[in-house]
Structure formats: C-alpha cells, structure tokens
C-alpha cells in the first residue's frame, strides 16, 4: 500500500471511528446480561436507550457484553450504571455494590418459570415432577443456558438436585453451558442434546413466532414459580446525574408502554421491584453452594 | 529402528497418546454434523460482507490491538533480555508468558473493564515474556568477535549498539514480524470476551448460525493475514506504531479503587476475606483441588498429549503438500492455499466452530489444535524439504518420501513439535472456556460466579503446568540434540 492510500484509508478510518464513538463523560450507561442471541439484544436495547435517553434528557448508551459475568463486573466497576439483570446475577451484582436497588421487574417476573425440554427422539413423555420421570432422564446428555444464568442455570439444578439428590453430572452422562437460552433451545431441537432447561418467555416468544419445531422438541416439564430478571441501578447515581435520577430512571422504566420494545422482551410491563423480592434466589443460590 | 532414540521417543508419545484415547471423551453428539458442516461451507463459499455496520471497525481495531500491543510487548522484552541472564528475570518471564492471552483479558475486564487497556495488555504482557526468551537468544548466538575488535574503553551500550546489534538484527526483525501475525491472531480472538475485536462478531454470527456473515469475517482475516507482506512494509512502520494508539475505540473510563480492590480483596481466598482461620482455608483449597484443579489439569494433559501425536501425524501428511519433491504445481499452489488457511486460523477459533458443528467433546479441540499446529509445522518442514538435493536416481512416490525425505527432516520435526508442546497445552487450557472440562472451564466457571480467589488459583496452576511441561519439552530436546527457532 502506498503512503497516499495510506494515508486517505486512515482518514476515511478516523471519519467512521469517530462517527461511531460518543463522548462518555456524562453518558448514562446501562447494559443487559446476554441471555439470547446477541442481534435481538443489540435491536431491543438500542430501543430502550433511544426511550431513555429522552426521557431521561441524558445521553443513554447500551454496551453489549459477552457474559453474565461480564454485565455484573461493569456494573460492579462503574462503567455501567444500570443493568437488565437476571435473577441471580442481579443478586450478585447487588451484594458487590453497596447501595444499588432493583428498581423494577417485568409482569412476568415475578412468577417466572424455567422449562425442562427434551428432543422428541428420545421418547421422553412430559410429567408432573422430575421423580416421577427419573427413569427416563438418567443418563441422558443434558444442557444449562449460561453458567451464570437463574432460569438456565441456577433454578433447574436446584430442581435437579432436590429431585435426585445428586449433582447434574451424575445424573446425566453429560453436562454442557449451551452459552443462552435461544442456543439451548437450537441444541435440543437438533438432538446435539437430547434435554435442556430453558426461560419459559424465550420458549412462548419463539413458538409463538413459530420459529421451533415442535415434532423435534417438546416442553416435558415446568419448574415452580420464582422471581427472575430486574432492572438493578447503582446507589450513587443521583450524586452523578443530580438529584431524583434514580426515581426518574424508575419512572421511565415503570411508563414504558411501547408494545414493539415491550414485546422485544418480552414483557407485557414493568412493575416496581425491591431487593428482598429476591431473597428466595439468593438462598437457593447459596444452596447449591454457587454463591459464597 | 528402535535403536535410535528420536524413534524411542516417538513410540513413547504415540503410547501415551493412544492410552489417552482410552479414557478420553472422543464423540460426535450433534445428530447432523455434515449437515451443518456443509452449511457452514456454502456459508464461506457465499460470504456477506455487509452483515454489521461494525465489521470494518472491527477489523481495523483488530489491527491496532494487535500493533500496539506487540509494539509494547516488544519494547518491555527486548529491556527484559538485556537482564535475562538473572535466573528471577527469566522466572518472571517464563511465568507471563505461561499465561494464555484470554486469561490475561479476563483479568484486566475485572478492574479495566471495556477500556483499551484490556486488550492492549493482555497481548503486550505475554508476549513481553516470549520477546524476552527469544531476543536474548538470538542476541546470545551473536558473533562476539567484533566486541573484541572494539578499542578498549568503549562504553558498553556503544558496544552492544555497534557490534552486537547489528549482527542480530535481521533475524531480530523477521522474528518481530512473525510475532505481529501471532498478534493478530490473538487480537482476533480477544473479541470472544468482549473485546472490540473481530472476534466479537464471529462468536455472534457463528452462536447464531449466519454463516455467510462468519464466512465474511473469516476471509477478511485471511486476505488481511495473507497479505501482511504488502501493508506492513519498513518504511510504514512507525506511521502504523504511531497511529495505531488512536484506533484502539474508546471503550469506557477506567475507576482506579477498582484495581485496588481487586488486589486487596477480590483475589484474596474467601476464608481469609472473612478471617475464618487456616482450617476454613485448606478446607476451601482441598476443596477447589479435589472438584476442579485435579479434574482440570487431569483433561488438560490429556487432551494435550492427544493433541501433540495428532498434530505430529499431520504435520508428516502434510508437508509433501508444499514439498517440490513431489506433485506439480498446481497441486502445491493449493497445498500452500490449504496450509496458510490451517496455520492462520486461530486454534480457539477453529475450534469453536468444530464444537457448534459437532457438538462438545474433546474432538473438536484435538482436530482444531492439530489443523492449526500440524499446519505451521507442515509449512516449515515442507519448506525445508525443498532445500534438500535428492540423487538423480532417487526413488519415487512413497519410498521417496519414506526413505528419502521423512528420515531427513525427522529431527527438525520433532524439534518443532517438542517446541510447540507447550503452546498446545496453553491452547489446550484455554479451550475450557468453550466448554471442554481443561483448566479453563474451571477458571471460566469461577469468574462467572464472580469467584476471582478461585480463578487466579486456578490460573496459577495453569501456568505452572505449563513451565513444566516447557521444561520438560526444553529437556527432551537437549537429549535428543534438537534445534529449533521459535514458532509461536
């Protein structure tokens, strides 16, 4: 390459770059645990900065991350301010900084569900608890969402092992972390695993869309109810964006009422939440000993 | 045969590889892995390259991590090899280099966080430690006869500029261009954990089955690999160096109390953070060895010695691809298409996209691990095959390569393999991360639970497995007389 290419490439470079970037000194920064397929995400959460951001007249930025863990370390560190969390992460996040609050839930949340799925090849019929399906499950190759995940993770090995008394990997003859929910859903639908437990909202969304194959995979079982994801804000918001900011981020959250980015969750609203909705997720996190 | 004792060792390996595969988990679990293989082939065969508005920016800020951290990493290791005759200077870097690129990021993500730090110091301290081992080698094997000729007096940095240096300096410089592909690479893959690198969106492209998008990304990382010679040229150089530091993306401010707390609290052991005493502490270390640091470092060496005798195996297939002593050209000119693609292809990301193909099992790291390495080791016997005069009369086909060209090269090839031993194990730890139970799925389940005292204990073995197993390979190959220069 020559100088002058060169040199018009790094212009052209420098344009789209700083066309791209935004100055960060007083942006408002939230993020989301990726708990399905990453262009969804970037497509719903760009919704809800761009509502944020004039409701809010602050400058609102999502920043996608690559885990749960990742979400809870940049709100943890500050780089983020809010996050969309999931019951357990958001629990973590929550006992890392002082201070921080769940501010609002979806509908939906408060009594969410995990689904047990399994690939119709196996013969595997649906039932009423795990026990009572324990001949069939033993042995079976089995996978979680992300390790971090409640509904993906933390709620069906808790099922699991109250129902077996033994970890996941003595009862299945393999264990994965499929990564997300949209991706445990693709790996028993294609037999990769013959059973996986995943967010009952990703299982209804996609069958609704019609986007699952329903003679390869089958609901076998519903977990019990639980409280699962939340927005969580940091405490010391209001001495960054000035006094009420929390309480206008909640509002806003609460007031959202846009059916296309509700539906993008898919939530049908956001209702107010507080910490102690999630102390039955901690305990059964410090249960299965994934929480210190 | 078993007289010589390169073939001894060989045996020994291959004995150990195959008892490997007893107890190994070797499986295809996906019920149409052609199916989507053939999928993800029409997928590079029709690659789109205008799926993300990022992908430009992307390949340019795989770019600029790669330069400014290989820059930084050359500077600090070229200081380090001056002083690396002191056995702490040469500990120090064996053991930054022990750890892999990723565990590197996955630490600075924990106090950094998305600034570009993260990524620029994840590459520039392991290759600091690399740097450091192989310029004090090249400048150790320095003719010391024009320092004698100097007059007396002469200040020793003039010295070491004038007479040392010079002698070096070409192989100096073609070792610091080979590393900056390496960086590349590894730049590349620092997207898979968030990093702004290409990696980001070939993890999200391939996890959500848009092939052609993947397929768009893995050529524009060929083609940019493929055409290094042309773009990095001498004399562009320091424009790259200089303006590389403005391309790394803004990321997000550091908050300084996160570092310190990180060191102070977060890597401390849970029992000591709480005070409970040096009971509750070896109950919480006897209980991180016996579920994760045994079973991990149990797969890990497993996998490796698989991977080594595979690699190995495919190193001797392969280089007759390139080799001029057999085929014509055209065969060669698709023989060195194949090669470049193998070695060029990160391992972590080769496989990747042999797990979401055939599902998870140590399968698709040992097939990854021995494409790519038994595809640079191929490459540079090959090549060396092609300054090897044959006799007029000597055999053909087969027996020539048997008895002509494989018992020549046999010693450079174990050289090299022995050589990458130690690469293939770091590789071996980090392909835990996708799911395979090596080292690095432990590591990555502690930070997941946000566990960082288990995390760095785990990583800490992980490194020192690796410098044995660098001393152990270092060991053999004294025995067997072998030389080699690096690889990386």
Request: charged residues 15%; contains cysteine.
């Amino acid at each position: 390459m020559s100088n002058k290419t060169f040199r018009k490439w790094a212009a052209a470079s420098l344009l789209s770059l700083s066309a791209s970037t935004v100055a960060i000194a007083d942006t408002f920064v939230f993020t989301a645990i990726p708990d399905e397929d990453e262009t969804k995400l970037v497509e719903r959460f760009r919704g809800v900065a761009d509502y944020l951001s004039e409701q809010l007249g602050t400058e609102v930025r999502y920043i996608p991350v690559k885990s749960y863990a990742a979400a809870v370390s940049a709100f943890r560190n500050n780089q983020v301010q809010l996050a969309w969390f999931g019951g357990l992460s958001g629990v973590q996040a929550r006992r890392l900084v002082e201070g921080s609050e769940a501010l609002a839930q979806g509908v939906e949340d408060e009594a969410f569900q995990t689904y047990f799925i399994a690939n119709t090849n196996t013969g595997i019929e649906p039932g009423d608890s795990l026990q009572s399906m324990a001949d069939d499950l033993k042995d079976r190759t089995f996978t979680f969402g992300s390790k971090g995940s409640t509904s993906g993770r933390l709620m069906p090995e808790f099922h699991i092992r109250e129902a077996f008394e033994s970890a996941p990997e003595d009862v299945f003859s393999r264990v994965g972390f499929s990564g997300n929910h949209t991706r445990t859903l693709r790996l028993v639908e294609a037999g990769t695993y013959e059973v996986g437990a995943l967010n009952f909202q990703v299982w209804e969304k996609e069958l609704s869309d019609g986007n699952i194959d329903t003679d390869s995979v089958q609901v076998v079982w519903k977990t019990p109810p639980y409280p699962d994801y939340q927005w969580t804000i940091r405490g010391d918001v209001n001495e960054r964006f000035g006094d009420g900011f929390k309480e206008k981020v909640k509002q806003a959250l609460l007031n959202l009422d846009d059916p296309a980015l509700l539906e993008s969750f898919p939530r049908s609203g956001f209702i107010p939440a507080s910490n102690d909705d999630y102390e039955p997720i901690r305990k059964t996190a410090e249960s299965i000993g994934i929480l210190d | 045969m078993l007289a010589y004792p390169t073939v001894r060792t060989s045996f020994l390996f291959l004995a150990i590889a195959l008892a490997g595969l007893l107890v190994a988990d070797i499986a295809i679990t996906t019920s149409n892995p052609w199916q989507d293989l053939g999928r993800f082939f029409l997928g590079v065969a029709t690659p789109n390259f205008f799926s993300t508005e990022g992908l430009f920016t992307a390949l340019l800020r795989t770019v600029a991590f790669a330069f400014v951290g290989v820059t930084l990493g050359s500077i600090c290791g070229f200081l380090l090899a001056l002083i690396y005759r002191f056995l702490p200077v040469r500990i120090f870097c064996a053991f930054i280099r022990a750890i892999h690129e990723l565990f590197w990021a996955l630490i600075f993500l924990q106090f950094f966080g998305f600034h570009p730090l993260t990524g620029v110091l994840a590459i520039a301290i392991p290759y600091a430690g690399i740097f450091a081992k192989v310029y004090s080698e090249i400048l150790e094997q320095a003719d010391p006869e024009p320092a004698r000729l100097l007059p007396p007096g002469t200040h020793a940095f003039a010295a070491f500029l004038y007479a040392r240096i010079p002698d070096c300096w070409a192989q100096l410089r073609t070792y610091t261009a080979y590393r900056l592909e390496c960086g590349l690479r590894s730049s590349a893959i620092l997207g898979f954990v968030g990093l702004p690198t290409l990696g980001f969106y070939l993890e999200a492209s391939f996890s959500q089955g848009q092939y052609s998008d993947a397929g768009a990304m893995l050529i524009l990382f060929y083609v940019l690999i493929a055409t290094i010679p042309l773009w990095v040229r001498p004399r562009l150089l320091p424009a790259y160096v200089v303006a590389a530091p403005f391309f790394l993306g803004e990321g997000l401010p550091i908050v300084w109390g996160n570092v310190k707390r990180f060191f102070t609290e977060d890597i401390i052991p849970s029992p000591i953070r709480k005070g409970e005493g040096l009971a509750e502490l070896s109950g919480w270390m006897s209980d991180l060895m016996i579920n994760e640091a045994l079973p991990g470092i149990w797969n890990t060496v497993v996998l490796t010695q698989i991977a080594l005798v595979a690699t190995g195996i495919l190193s001797l297939l392969a280089f007759p691809l390139i080799s001029n002593h057999f085929g014509g050209p055209v065969r060669r000119t698709s023989g060195h298409i194949f090669l470049v693609i193998a070695r060029s292809t990160p391992e972590y990301i080769l496989a990747y996209i042999l797990l979401q193909l055939w599902g998870p099992s140590m399968l698709p790291a040992v097939v990854a691990l021995a494409l790519h390495n038994g595809g640079i080791i191929g490459h540079l016997i090959g090549r060396q095959t092609n300054t090897l005069q044959l006799r007029p009369d000597a055999p053909t086909g087969f027996a020539r390569y048997s008895w002509e060209l494989v018992p020549r090269v046999y010693h450079s090839f174990l050289a090299f393999l022995f050589y990458r031993w130690e690469i293939i194990m770091r590789e071996t730890a980090i392909l835990g991360i996708l799911g395979i139970y090596t080292l690095g799925f432990y590591v990555d389940s502690a930070i997941q639970n946000i566990r960082f005292d288990r995390a760095m204990v785990l990583i800490l073995i992980t490194a020192l497995l690796n410098i044995g197993i660098d001393a152990l390979g270092r060991h053999i190959r004294r025995k067997l007389a072998l030389q080699t220069m690096p690889t990386c």
